[in-house]
């Protein structure tokens, strides 16, 4: 069984820094492509960052870049997105997402809520 299992969100200032961790069995975690959407209040499910199977290449939304990065342990079957300058508009549920045999996979999504 696929499973997904998100973590790392909370409640943070603006300016200050999250990090979220995905935790992944039930495939091969090494042959995925990975990904982190965030869907806020009212809006649509958003493509935040990917990285590929190897952690060579990685590819963000141009409303993190700069901001966030994505990173994976292949060796632990984790995959990370550290959030750094945070702004108000970042506040959302946090998705990781993986595909296996075509079919996409969620977790239950962590929030992250940036506030004053």
């Known amino acids: 069984q696929v499973q997904l299992v998100e973590s790392g969100g909370g409640l943070v200032q603006p300016g200050g820094s999250l990090r979220l961790s995905c935790a992944a069995s039930?495939?091969?975690?090494?042959?995925?492509?990975m990904n982190w959407y965030r869907q806020a209040p009212g809006k649509e499910r958003e493509l935040v960052a990917t990285?590929?199977?190897?952690?060579?290449?990685?590819n963000y939304a141009d409303f993190v870049k700069g901001r966030f990065t994505i990173s994976r342990d292949n060796a632990k079957n984790t995959v990370d997105l550290q959030m750094n300058s945070l702004k108000p508009e970042d506040t959302a549920v946090y998705y990781c997402?993986?595909?296996?045999?075509?079919?996409?996979?969620w977790g239950q999504g962590t929030q992250v809520t940036v506030s004053s």
């Open positions: 039930g495939f091969t975690f090494s042959s995925a492509i």
């Open positions: 990285i590929t199977s190897t952690g060579l290449r990685t």
């Open positions: 997402k993986a595909v296996r045999a075509g079919l996409p996979y």
